[in-house]
């Protein structure tokens, strides 16, 4: 059977596209007003104010672009971190923790933006009150907190760590078996194909054509490598390949597997979509919600590669082994 | 999919091929639109000629289980399952509705009649 307890898994999936949305919404308030503003902008634009709400330090323009998204890296590295959360408990701060930067991100660019529009002088900026500065961090600490409600009501408890043994296909001696099977989720893709446009529109007119330019290029090579991959089982090895194309590929050779079972993965499981790596202990391609193929290798990685059709993988998988085992 | 062969078996081996590749398409485990494994990775794969693989996949496409697509290889189509069985079960009637010395215009009434 392909299908699964759909219900619950589509709910996470949400969930994680939910989370991504924000993420997302937190760059695009800290870049854009700054990027729509820039030419009413002065060269050198206030950033720091004193208590009594005059702006006492400031910074050239075209770097001051790059500071929300300086504050979304941490947002960035932390939803990657979280995948080798060892501890489920620590994996659900990590979730507050990148929305709280994500949202710092996009509050900051806004009033940075708002307080230097059409000012002649960074010196002449708006006076922020000592309230605006509290509110820059209080509501970000709100939103976080917010999500940490969500994390530790909906963080699953690792589902990896006991599962039963495996199906196993019987084969004989001379029988010669093989299985491929093929997991994709195009949306994002899309997403950024259409956002595309838009971004390149905006960002030519403000000179900031070539950082744009790379960062959508990037965007565009990893989302094709990690939204489609095929694989493939056959009697040397266990192969993954990625994107359309498939010329990067992963290679499990049999000689190294121990067992493999098929089981229910979600996203947040590893902190979202992708290929999530942990030293020593865990690697996940996760394109989509649902069913998965887990490989348990000699070495105590373990890897989780999300594939319809997983049982049958799996029994394979165990089937070809014990022949190995048998006639070794 | 799960493609397993049996060379000791007397059924040829691009019978067993598409018998394979018939049973994934019914019971799912193949959707629509998905394609078949490349013929020669297939083949590679089982340790048979190329041909019977290639054989194997021209039968499921005549049944009109599968097509080929230029760029895409050998692809599911969407009235995969049901059509499959239901065309062995007409080749089956037509066999014996010929044996039996009944032409299509009789056959066609009898399965009328039926139902």
């Known amino acids: 059977m392909t299908t699964s307890n759909r219900p619950l898994l589509a709910r996470d999936e949400m969930l994680t596209w939910l989370i991504y949305a924000l993420l ?77 930067s994500a949202a710092l991100c996009g509050v900051l660019g806004t009033v940075l933006a708002a307080a230097n529009w059409g000012r002649a002088h960074w010196q002449s900026a708006a ?4 309230s605006v500065a509290v509110s820059v961090v209080a509501l970000p600490l709100v939103f976080a907190l917010g999500t940490l409600g969500v994390a530790v009501r909906r963080w699953p408890a690792s589902p990896h760590s006991l599962l039963p043994p495996g199906p196993k296909l019987p084969l004989s001696g001379q029988d010669r078996a093989y299985w491929s099977g093929s997991a994709s989720n195009r949306a994002m893709l899309l997403l950024l194909l259409l956002g595309a446009p838009v971004m390149l529109l905006v960002a030519e007119q403000r000179d900031a ?8 290029v990037l965007c565009f090579v990893l989302l094709e490598l990690l939204t ?12 993954i390949r990625y ?42 391609v996760v394109v989509r919600a ?39 | ?32 639109g998905e394609r078949l494994p490349g013929a020669r990775e297939l083949a ?13 996949y021209d039968e499921l496409r005549q049944e009109g289980l599968v097509e080929v697509r230029r760029g895409r290889g050998v692809v599911v189509l969407a009235n995969g399952p049901d059509r499959s069985r239901l065309l062995e079960l007409a080749r089956a009637l037509r066999a014996e509705g010929a044996r039996q010395g009944l032409a299509l215009r009789e056959l066609r009434k009898l399965l009328g009649e039926v139902g």
């Open chain 1, 24 to 100: 997302a919404l937190g760059f695009v308030l800290g870049i854009s007003p700054l990027l729509i503003a820039a030419p009413r902008l002065p060269e050198f634009v206030a950033v720091h104010w004193s208590l009594a709400g005059l702006p006492d330090g400031s910074m050239p323009k075209r770097y001051v672009l790059f500071l929300p998204p300086l504050l979304l890296g941490p947002a960035v590295v932390l939803n990657w971190i979280s995948a080798r959360a060892s501890a489920p408990s620590r994996a659900r701060l990590v979730l507050p923790l990148a929305m709280f």
């Open chain 1, 127 to 130: 006076h922020l009150a000592p």
């Open chain 1, 209 to 216: 054509l070539w950082a744009l330019g790379i960062t959508h």
């Open chain 1, 228 to 239: 489609k991959i095929r694989v493939t089982v056959g009697e040397r090895e266990v192969r």
């Open chain 1, 243 to 284: 994107g359309a194309l498939g010329w990067l590929s992963s290679r499990l050779p049999l000689d190294e597997i121990l067992e493999a079972n098929a089981l229910e993965l979600s996203p947040l499981d590893f902190g979202g979509w992708g290929y999530r790596w942990c030293r020593g202990k865990r690697t996940a």
């Open chain 1, 290 to 328: 649902g069913l998965a193929l887990r490989v348990a290798l000699r070495s105590g990685r373990q890897w989780f590669i999300t594939v319809d059709d997983a049982e049958a993988a799996a029994s394979l998988i165990n089937g070809l082994i014990e022949r190995k085992r048998r006639s070794g």
């Open chain 2, 1 to 32: 999919m799960l493609i397993r062969v049996q060379p000791q078996d007397p059924t040829p081996l691009y019978t067993q091929i598409a018998g394979q590749v018939r049973r994934a398409v019914m019971e799912g485990r193949v959707k629509p």
């Open chain 2, 44 to 56: 590679d794969a089982l340790q048979v000629h190329m041909h019977t693989v290639l054989r194997a």
